[in-house]
């Protein structure tokens, strides 16, 4: 069973307008998440990273939630722009050093 | 300087051959991680290091070798590079009391012909 799950599996969005990603998990102990961007053929950079219940980050235009008694975490972007296209993961990491990563939404950003 | 840096960011190799692929910081992070990455599919743990004491995966610790002769150097070595090898090759450190903050490299993308 997979154990973090994100939705959609992939989404177009207009230039400008808001959209959310979804992260559903099943890791026990579940120590933190993270979500990364990925652009295509290159390396994952950190966006945000939630640690405790009912965290809640921001960076620029992302900001994310998590909700440890769901098992759940959502990434916002606001006002996206077409740079903002790319796969974005969501990974959680358990207490022994292992993490746990979703395969990822693809978000396309049209002009 | 809170970067990591991978050498070489492309590499080609012939089937059979060995690769050595270079990871640093200097962030003083005593945790160093390599993935591998292939599209379409989740990054995978391969190996890190906590200080000195490497930890490879059990599904792969017969197919690569690491060493890490200081503590802002790891590299990655592959003794006989297959076709199935090829793939987006990821490193990451962090501290090991605060693994939740682990700071990626931008990758070395390895083509095996």
């Known amino acids: 069973k997979t154990q973090v799950e994100q939705s959609p599996q992939s989404l177009v969005v207009r230039q400008g307008e808001n959209c959310v990603l979804q992260?559903?998990?099943?890791?026990?102990?579940?120590?933190?998440l993270r979500w990364f961007k990925q652009d295509t053929g290159k390396g994952l950079v950190s966006l945000t990273v939630?640690?405790?219940e009912n965290d809640k980050t921001s960076n620029g235009r992302y900001s994310a939630t998590l909700d440890k008694d769901a098992k759940h975490s959502t990434l916002h972007i606001t006002a996206t722009l077409l740079d903002d296209t790319a796969t974005y993961i969501c990974v959680v990491g358990d207490s022994n050093y292992q993490l746990i990563w979703g395969s990822g939404t693809k978000l396309i950003i049209k002009p | 300087d809170t970067t990591v840096k991978q050498n070489p960011r492309y590499k080609l190799a012939r089937v059979g051959k060995p690769v050595n692929l270079i990871c640093s910081q200097t962030?003083?992070?005593?945790?160093m991680y390599w993935y591998q990455k292939k599209p379409n599919q989740a990054p995978k743990l391969l190996l890190f290091y906590y200080d000195k004491i490497l930890n490879r995966e059990a599904d792969t610790f017969e197919k690569f070798q690491s060493s890490r002769p200081n503590n802002s150097f790891c590299s990655l070595y592959i003794g006989s590079a297959g076709l199935e090898y090829s793939a987006m090759y990821l490193c990451?450190?962090?501290?090991?009391?605060?693994?939740?903050?682990?700071?990626f490299g931008p990758g070395t993308r390895l083509t095996v012909l």
């Open positions: 992260c559903n998990y099943s890791v026990t102990p579940d120590n933190h």
């Open positions: 962030m003083n992070h005593d945790t």
């Open positions: 939630l640690v405790h």
């Open positions: 990451a450190s962090g501290l090991g009391n605060n693994y939740a903050e682990q700071f």
